[in-house]
């Protein structure tokens, strides 16, 4: 995103009389700038557990979440037999430049390491507390140094995670026993002045420029044993010595309570919903565990980190994927494997991820995929329409755009060959090529010569050819609204219960005149009490007598028993010119017994 565009947005902002949240980020968003723009980082486990691989004395990492870096914890081990696991740590082997290297090629952008984790274990050749690796490894070797050498080296910004909250190594710091045995304010402060604060000065003195401290509290100060005023004091050394450093919120401090964090981390691997006005990120895992865990065969795949970068990129966010080195130093070939698939395809697409970000269309619209969107340097205006599944008719309709297109070509394209379309009003169609350009996710550019104009209130054309209307889309509601979240792994779908006479409208730009064919899903209990649902359009009105949906089975055999969400007929609606209309639909429930709305489907007779 350029420079002058944010400024344009503050701006309108500003005049707008916008809420003062968006306003307060203004420092945040232009100190985490190269942040924004950079969209993709490498996040590093690897510490004294990664010697262990997820075993000690031949059982397994208790507890069923399997973060093998909590193996400490979980299975109750000492410090000096922890330290045990070091002896496993081929010295000769490791090289983090190599990380560095894969990061490089994988096209991220900067890499946060574990400097340290949970155990309290420092990988770097610390002062404080004697318990770090200048101090209890054999060849004394400075790996954070070596790696910000190697970051330097490669152009790539370090960011550095450590544990502030959580240590198990200092006899004051807080450790989930606690909650049994408790810790007072004062003990704990000790182990605030006498390791965090001092470990952090080290960090930000003899590093260099570090691009980010990411801390690990994924809970608000005021439910923990943290002070606000300990939290402020580490972020004021933090801007002391390093300014420009970022700061995320698992800080224990939210973007909201403090405009002066820097980006909101959402939860493991808890992907964006909506576009934010502030940076935030993602930190996701390639498989299940973050620190290497021997029996994770929980392997993501690349299209969908792919699609996972795409969609917090289209939400302005940020994602971190991690690797979790083993003790010899080596990268577990199904990580590598991915990380090169994913490079390959930023080389390929990067523009549409680096410097892109948000569009100012709903995340859920088109279901063909998702859209972002940048100014580029030579004045144009482009969306990327990430297309996640390349449809067998060959075609994908854009909705909700006025501004008519220049171009359109596939962005693996180097020729960039035209792709013909056809844009009316509010709706272009693309026909594509047979062949997909890119094996994972082909990404088409539209090309605008200025910010193209939205209607955003539009439901859009499916690929499947037909509107899907939702409680997610329609444009009013005139009673209940609550949608009942999809439920029992999806055989209960987002549903709103309505039991008193509803009014419900929908806008669709219907592209020709036509006859369109008006089908409703619901679920109805009550026998004996139904009652009724019309659509009206286009001044004509169907009505439906509502019929008893009864039960249906969700999963053989497990007593799984549900309510049926049916699909019935309702009729057609001719739609005697091209235009906007609105689809209004009314139930009228009897004697307040629910009718379960999910979806209006619209569709087209074909003679
Ligand atoms: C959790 C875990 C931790 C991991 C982190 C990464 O907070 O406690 O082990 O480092 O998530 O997001």
Redesign the pocket.
């Known amino acids: 995103m350029t420079k002058m565009f944010r400024t344009i947005c503050l701006c309108l902002t500003l005049l707008l009389g916008g809420n003062q949240y968006a306003l307060s980020q203004a420092n945040t968003n232009e100190r985490a700038e190269w942040f924004t723009d950079d969209r993709f980082g490498m996040?590093i486990?690897w510490g004294v557990y990664s010697g262990a691989e997820g075993f000690w004395k031949g059982e397994k990492l208790r507890h069923g979440n399997d973060?093998s870096?909590?193996l400490q914890y979980r299975n109750r081990i000492d410090g000096d037999e922890y330290l045990t696991l070091l002896d496993k740590f081929d010295w000769d082997a490791i090289d983090p430049e190599e990380w560095v290297i894969l990061a490089k090629k994988a096209g991220m952008k900067y890499v946060t390491f574990?400097a340290k984790?949970?155990d309290g274990f420092a990988l770097w050749d610390s002062k404080v507390r004697n318990y770090d690796i200048g101090n209890k490894s054999g060849p004394k070797r400075d790996i954070l140094k070596e790696l910000a050498a190697a970051c330097k080296k490669h152009g790539l910004k370090l960011g550095i995670?450590y544990s502030h909250w959580i240590d198990w190594e200092h006899p004051n710091s807080w450790d989930h026993t606690r909650e049994v045995y408790g810790i007072s304010a004062e003990d704990y402060d000790q182990y605030w002045q006498e390791k965090v604060i001092p470990q952090m000065r080290e960090l930000l003195t003899d590093y260099g420029p570090i691009g980010l401290i990411w801390f690990?509290m994924?809970k608000n100060h005021s439910e923990t044993v943290v002070t606000k005023a300990q939290l402020m004091q580490l972020k004021s050394l933090i801007r002391e010595l390093q300014p420009d450093t970022l700061v995320n919120s698992?800080l224990g401090l939210s973007v909201e309570e403090d405009n002066d964090v820097d980006f909101q981390?959402l939860q493991?691997n808890e992907l964006g919903q909506f576009k934010k006005d502030y940076p935030w990120q993602t930190?996701g895992t390639i498989s299940h565990s973050?620190?290497y865990f021997a029996k994770d065969t929980d392997w993501k795949s690349t299209s969908s980190m792919l699609r996972a970068i795409i969609n917090n990129t289209s939400l302005n966010g940020n994602y971190m994927l991690?690797i979790g080195p083993r003790a010899n130093g080596d990268i577990h070939p199904e990580m590598t494997k991915r990380l090169e698939e994913m490079g390959a395809w930023l080389n390929v697409n990067g523009e549409a991820i680096y410097g892109s970000g948000a569009f100012d269309l709903p995340k859920e619209m088109h279901d063909w995929g998702q859209i972002t969107y940048r100014e580029t340097d030579n004045g144009t205006h482009n969306l990327y329409l990430h297309i996640y599944n390349w449809p067998l008719s060959k075609e994908i309709t854009l909705s909700g755009i006025k501004t008519k297109p220049t171009r359109v070509y596939a962005l693996a394209d180097k020729s960039q060959s035209s792709i013909p379309f056809n844009h009316q009003e509010v709706v272009a169609h693309l026909d594509l090529p047979a062949q997909q350009p890119d094996d994972f996710i082909s990404v088409i550019v539209v090309e605008y010569d200025k910010k193209p104009d939205v209607a955003v209130d539009l439901a859009a054309m499916s690929v499947t050819g037909g509107y899907s209307l939702l409680p997610s889309n329609w444009i009013s509601a005139d009673g209940n609204q609550e949608i009942v979240p999809i439920a029992r792994f999806g055989t209960i779908p987002p549903h709103v219960d309505v039991t008193s006479n509803s009014t419900y409208k929908w806008k669709v730009y219907i592209e020709a005149a036509g006859s369109y064919q008006v089908d409703t899903s619901y679920s109805f209990q009550e026998e004996g009490d139904e009652g009724r649902i019309s659509i009206k359009a286009s001044n004509a009105s169907i009505n439906h007598d509502v019929i008893p949906t009864g039960k249906t089975v969700g999963e053989p055999d497990e007593d799984w028993v549900i309510d049926n969400y049916h699909s019935s007929r309702f009729g057609t609606i001719e739609f005697p010119k091209a235009g906007y209309y609105e689809i209004e639909m009314n139930v009228e429930p009897k004697n307040s017994k629910a009718i379960k709305f999910q979806w209006v489907w619209l569709q087209e007779v074909k003679e």
């Open positions: 996040f486990h973060y870096e909590w574990t984790h949970h995670y690990d994924w698992r981390s493991d930190a973050w620190g991690n």
